[in-house]
């Protein structure tokens, strides 16, 4: 069971110039929240538009709006 969760991908191994779908958030509480509130549901597309130099943080598109999400709250969101 631990490799199949290993196995999976979030929004911080997407690459630049791609574009994914998110499967569903991880993690709880206001955290949880506060990526639905930037539009980050089941479903939603997203394009990696930039990463920062030191990887830390990642710009994407997600319903036209440009965000910055910081790497620890991207590994909260799984890839379809």
């Known amino acids: 069971m ?3 969760s290993a196995a999976k991908r979030t929004l911080r191994d ?3 110039g791609e574009t ?3 499967a569903r ?13 930037m539009g980050l549901t089941k479903g ?8 920062a130099p030191l990887g830390d943080p990642i710009e994407v598109t997600v319903r ?11 590994q909260m969101v799984e890839l379809a």
């Open 2 to 4: 631990a490799e199949e």
């Open 20 to 22: 994914v779908s998110v």
């Open 64 to 74: 036209g709006f440009e965000l910055s999400v910081r790497k620890g709250d991207a």
């Open 44 to 51: 939603a597309e997203v394009y990696i538009r930039k990463v």
């Open 25 to 37: 958030l991880h993690g709880t509480g206001a955290v949880k929240r506060r990526l639905m509130d």
């Open 14 to 16: 997407a690459k630049v």
